[in-house]
């Protein structure tokens, strides 16, 4: 009688359990599509009106800047350049005159860019805010290319807004990390047309030399995101020509003054030993805080390609393959959290995965994880330091009480 009765109990209880379930799902999806239908309407419909009138370009200008004044309020932004900042804003007056001095000599493209359009001294703070602009509008567009809708394409720049990329620029002015991140997203947009992408590769050198490290990446990605041995070492081969002028630069420069951040420095014994002492309490943290949630973008994309063994593939190589060169700057540089940003494509991978899974839902899905995002605290995390973003309109409001 008594397992009778318990046995009673439990299959009364699995209709009411099921229909509790279903009515609970089916209120999620009611009101994911009516967040659909929301932005259909209002977002994505003037957004699409505005790019058949002016074009896309403009329209992902417009959403750049829109993003970065958001940005603004959410980061802690400073108006006077800071550390390197300083050096290059001081480049940008002259960024022609060899100086040993002048310890960033080699990555005169941003300075050079900044004085051309008047944008010298302090003001090439100026410059890498227009670069930022650029930078979220590129990854606008390319979202677009990848059959996004308008407010999708604008949740994946949200991406990149509120995170280490935009943040530790508006922190630390003058830094030039998000001009060579515009060359990363050309080649990711042009991949198809492998002599431009070469000729934008050995330009983005003049830049940072960071981008060394993404090499294989950058092979595999112009090869189709395919690993055939041949081609890919004929792709390997034609990139180290691209770069053949920026080695000429440099010796031409160091044949002129004694650039104290070189090769020597970096790769020397006490460097590699220092920044590894100094960094390791800190890394996990500092891994973290350049995109905080957003983490969970390309992991979910992992788990979901599981099921799609060449895509699974292709994905996990280019996972592996710029996560790599992202930490190998851990051996020989400080700054965690900045660092960490040069992974931000995996981000934006995992992005267009997820929109292939999750169809419809994935804007209302987005968007609720940047907004949950925007609730950690953001931090700058580098050797054994954690420098607090505080939101700039917090110190807005405390200024009028």
């Known amino acids: 009688m008594e397992f009778k009765s318990i046995n009673l109990f439990i299959t009364g209880i699995q209709p009411v359990n099921q229909s509790l379930s279903k009515r609970y799902f089916a209120k999620n999806i009611i009101s994911e599509n009516k967040w659909a239908q929301y932005m259909k309407k209002h977002i994505d419909s003037v ?89 979220l509008g590129l990854v606008y567009v390319q979202s677009r290319n990848k059959q996004m809708s308008p407010s999708e394409s604008l949740g994946v720049a949200a991406l990149m807004a509120f995170s280490t990329p935009v943040l530790f620029l508006l922190y630390f002015p003058g830094y030039t990390d998000l001009t060579t991140y515009i060359f990363i997203v050309l080649m990711m947009m042009y991949s198809e047309k492998k002599l431009l992408c070469f000729f934008l590769f050995g330009i983005s050198l003049f830049n940072h030399e960071m981008i060394l490290l993404f090499v294989p990446w950058i092979a595999f990605l112009l090869n189709k995101n395919k690993f055939e041995t041949k081609k ?118 995992g992005a267009f995965g997820m929109k292939e899974k999750w169809g419809e839902n ?19 995390v580098g050797q054994e330091l954690i420098v607090p973003y505080t939101p700039y309109i917090l110190q807005l409001f405390s200024s009028f009480f």
């Open 362 to 380: 994935f804007s209302s899905r987005l968007w609720l994880l940047v907004l949950i995002n925007l609730f950690i605290p953001s931090c700058y």
């Open 232 to 349: 890919y070492f004929l792709t390997l081969g034609a990139l180290f020509i691209a770069s053949l002028p920026y080695w000429l630069f440099r010796l031409y420069v160091s044949g002129r003054a004694d650039v104290h951040y070189d090769a020597d420095f970096y790769f020397s014994r006490n460097n590699i030993l220092w920044t590894l002492e100094h960094i390791w309490k800190l890394f996990p943290l500092g891994v973290f805080e350049a995109f905080k949630l957003f983490w969970l973008i390309p992991v979910l994309a992992l788990i979901y390609y599981q099921k799609q063994k060449q895509k699974q593939n292709s994905f996990l190589i280019a996972f592996i393959l710029i996560m790599t060169g992202t930490l190998l700057q851990l051996l020989i540089a400080s700054d965690t959290s900045r660092l960490i940003g040069l992974a931000f494509p995996v981000i934006l991978m």
């Open 47 to 135: 957004l699409e009106r505005l790019e058949k009138a002016t074009g896309k370009f403009s329209v992902a200008f417009l959403c750049g800047i829109g993003l970065l004044l958001l940005a603004i309020l959410y980061g802690s932004p400073a108006w006077q350049p800071a550390f390197h900042g300083a050096t290059f804003s001081k480049m940008a007056e002259a960024p022609w005159m060899i100086s040993s001095e002048n310890w960033v000599q080699y990555r005169i493209l941003s300075p050079l860019l900044g004085y051309c359009l008047f944008l010298r001294g302090n003001n090439f703070v100026w410059f890498m805010l227009l670069i930022t602009v650029l930078f």
